[in-house]
């Protein structure tokens, strides 16, 4: 079966770095997206990797390891309102996407 | 920019009942999607839209059915609600078909089955 697992929640502090990370096994590859979701509203996204490297956009990076099925993404300079869930994606041989359930990301002060 | 509306955004109903949950974008995306959120598991696609006038079926497509009669409009009908249908229901679009890129997702609706 098709699988992403995430851990399910994490702690960092304000001003602090962290890495959420993501594996996945599926039915084929056709790119890995991370998308940002607050409390009670809809899923933005945040970033989509393809390729095996770094893909840095401004606090946010990305990471992706294809022959390692992994991924992780980046947060630096943490704020507040950082605090949400992030939900790894991947498209699989049929351009389906499956979802993880998500990380659960709590700042503290 | 309005992007996805949703309607409602919370209802109550009693089990049976039949519902319509609309979704209505304006960006002249070709491909619309309904979701499923629950506690604990990932966002699970129910039917999805490549293009208007086409549906197909997505991972939990039991108890529901839409249609694509325009580009705009993809609605969810769920036609006799059960209470293991209790759960945020979230419309998205994207520019090409198949999930080929970013979604856009409406705000949700939060649907309580009794």
């Known amino acids: 079966g098709q699988n992403i697992d995430q851990p399910t929640e994490m702690t960092a502090t304000e001003g602090a770095i962290v890495q959420i990370n993501c594996t996945y096994q599926?039915?084929?590859?056709?790119?890995l997206f991370w998308y940002q979701q607050h409390a009670g509203e809809a899923p933005t996204f945040l970033s989509y990797?393809?390729l095996d490297g770094l893909e840095e956009k401004g606090r946010f990076s990305s990471f992706l390891s294809r022959s390692k099925g992994y991924s992780y993404l980046l947060l630096k300079e943490l704020q507040m309102k950082d605090s949400a869930s992030y939900l790894c994606a991947v498209k699989d041989s049929n351009y389906q996407l499956i979802w993880g359930a998500g990380t659960k990301l709590i700042i503290k002060p | 920019i309005a992007g996805i509306t949703q309607a409602p955004t919370s209802q109550i109903l009693a089990a049976g009942r039949r519902m319509t949950l609309r979704c209505t974008q304006d960006m002249r995306h070709n491909a619309m999607y309904w979701y499923r959120q629950d506690l604990g598991l990932g966002l699970r696609l129910i039917h999805y839209s490549n293009t208007a006038g086409t549906t197909g079926k997505g991972e939990v497509p039991d108890g529901y059915s839409v249609s694509r009669a325009n580009t705009d409009d993809f609605p969810l009908t769920l036609a006799s609600a059960v209470p293991s249908q209790t759960s945020v229901y979230f419309c998205?679009?994207?520019?090409?078909?198949?999930?080929?890129?970013?979604?856009?997702f409406g705000e949700g609706s939060r649907l309580t089955v009794l």
């Open positions: 990797n393809v």
């Open positions: 599926t039915s084929g590859f056709n790119g």
């Open positions: 998205a679009s994207s520019e090409g078909q198949a999930n080929t890129g970013e979604l856009f």
